[in-house]
């Protein structure tokens, strides 16, 4: 069955880095779009990063352009997100989603960013 599941998030201090990653399963990855969402307390799930099926393109948040970076190895079916300079409103449930003839999220990866 259609599968992603996110791994590498945790506690980091501020100025901190993370790399999260998403493996995915049950449908032909190369063709397909990758992103990142995430959700902090009380607010709305707000999509971060996008990268194109080949990798060629890719697009941010302008709350994380220049911090974050997405990339994807199609040999591998797995997208990562690398975060640098993470800041304490960082904090949140991380979701990798593609959109095949439906809507398909992780179960979601939580991110901490405090002292």
């Known amino acids: 069955q259609v599968q992603l599941v996110e791994s590498g998030g945790g506690l980091v201090q501020p100025g901190g880095s993370l790399r999260l990653s998403c493996a995915a399963s049950?449908?032909?990855?190369?063709?397909?779009?990758m992103e990142w969402y995430r959700q902090a307390p009380g607010k709305e799930r707000e999509l971060v990063a996008h990268?194109?099926?080949?990798?060629?393109?890719?697009n941010y948040t302008d709350r994380v352009r220049g911090r974050f970076s997405i990339s994807r190895d199609n040999a591998k079916n797995t997208v990562a997100l690398q975060m640098n300079s993470l800041k304490p409103e960082d904090t949140a449930v991380y979701y990798c989603?593609?959109?095949?003839?439906?809507?398909?999220w992780g179960q979601g990866t939580q991110v901490t960013v405090s002292s």
């Open positions: 989603h593609t959109r095949l003839i439906f809507d398909c």
């Open positions: 049950g449908f032909y990855f190369p063709i397909y779009a």
């Open positions: 990268i194109s099926d080949s990798g060629d393109f890719t």
